[in-house]
């Protein structure tokens, strides 16, 4: 994420953004709403909603919320992580980080307060929430809770800051340029081979006889996939698992849908792909692409195959 000095700055809560920090948004924003309430409280999420509800702080004092819309194809992860470290930089400690699901997915999501539509919109499949303190003297810690999700062609952000002295930590403002000044994400060589093909084999992964399991290392084709995923945030693919002709046809089937669903998993939990974007599948021994009659060919069709199945 490339983050632009901005040239026309749109600051919120003007009277009191002369002593705050001045974060930037990426890309063409507009802004959907802007709130500024004494005397209130915010719940600060310092957990997941696993099974029972989510811990956290309840703040008071005076609450400022901004929410925006970015135009274009952006990830979750494009829209926090520049965010994320400004508030860093500005002396916020992080107090909790999550991921849709690993957040707690539904519930969470009606545990913490979110504005309504159209002010604000989060997709329930994809959407991530961030929480900090900056600490301070006395009770004049400042809380601050995000909330960032996407649609195919926009991102969406929320930014609650709370405090006991009333003044606002930071404010977040954007550039407005014409949509063509906006960058084009690039495909990559992944992208270069599923795009014009609809299709791309997995080849350095490695799957012995009967096993689901993938190595801890990093394995340059997930990496290549995650970064064309990451980049076009409209598209979804279909991991598909493929086995070698050892056994029956019902447990390959069966063990070529783990090796999907592990290639899955490791999208996800390791380079931050989002699962709307990827569904899964096996095929067993139906679809070889050598003989079956040699250790070398029974190697190349233990395998998975990303396949482009949506492009919105």
């Known amino acids: 994420m490339i983050l632009r000095a901005a040239t026309t700055l749109v600051p919120l809560f003007a009277a009191a953004a002369a002593h705050a920090t001045?974060?930037?948004?990426?890309?063409?924003?507009?802004?959907?709403?802007?709130?500024?309430?004494?005397g209130a409280s915010h719940f600060i999420a310092t957990g997941p909603y696993i099974d029972r509800p989510a811990e956290g702080i309840t703040a008071e004092g005076t609450l400022h919320r901004q929410s925006w819309r970015v135009v274009g194809e952006i990830t979750t992860v494009q829209l926090l992580a520049p965010l994320r470290q400004q508030f860093m930089d500005s002396g916020f400690e992080?107090?909790?980080?999550?991921?849709?699901?690993?957040?707690?997915g539904f519930d969470f999501r009606f545990q913490i307060d979110v504005l309504p539509e159209p002010d604000m919109h989060v997709n329930l499949g994809d959407y991530r929430y961030y929480s900090a303190k900056r600490p301070a003297n006395g009770n004049d810690d400042e809380y601050i809770s995000m909330i960032v999700s996407r649609t195919a062609n926009a991102g969406y952000v929320l930014l609650s800051q709370i405090s006991a002295n009333g003044k606002v930590a930071s404010v977040l403002s954007a550039e407005t340029p014409h949509p063509s000044a906006m960058p084009a994400a690039d495909v990559g060589e992944m992208g270069e081979t599923l795009e014009p093909t609809g299709h791309v084999s997995l080849?350095?992964?490695?799957?012995?006889?009967?096993?689901?399991?993938?190595?801890?290392?990093?394995?340059?084709?997930?990496?290549?996939?995650?970064?064309?995923?990451?980049?076009?945030?409209?598209?979804?693919?279909?991991l598909v698992g493929h086995t070698d002709a050892v056994g029956a046809l019902d447990s390959n089937i069966d063990l070529s849908r783990m090796r999907a669903a592990a290639v899955?998993?490791?999208?996800?939990?390791?380079?931050?792909?989002?699962?709307?974007?990827?569904?899964?599948?096996?095929?067993?021994?139906?679809?070889?692409?050598?003989?079956n009659l040699t250790e070398e060919g029974r190697a190349r069709n233990r395998r998975v195959e990303a396949v482009l199945v949506a492009t919105e």
């Open 94 to 104: 992080t107090l909790f980080e999550c991921e849709t699901m690993a957040c707690g």
């Open 203 to 238: 080849d350095d992964l490695a799957f012995r006889t009967g096993s689901s399991q993938l190595g801890d290392e990093t394995f340059a084709s997930l990496a290549g996939l995650a970064s064309y995923l990451n980049a076009r945030p409209g598209r979804t693919v279909l």
């Open 22 to 38: 001045v974060l930037e948004l990426p890309w063409l924003a507009e802004s959907l709403a802007e709130q500024n309430a004494v």
């Open 264 to 291: 899955l998993e490791r999208l996800v939990q390791r380079h931050g792909v989002s699962s709307s974007q990827l569904l899964s599948d096996g095929v067993g021994f139906l679809a070889p692409r050598a003989s």
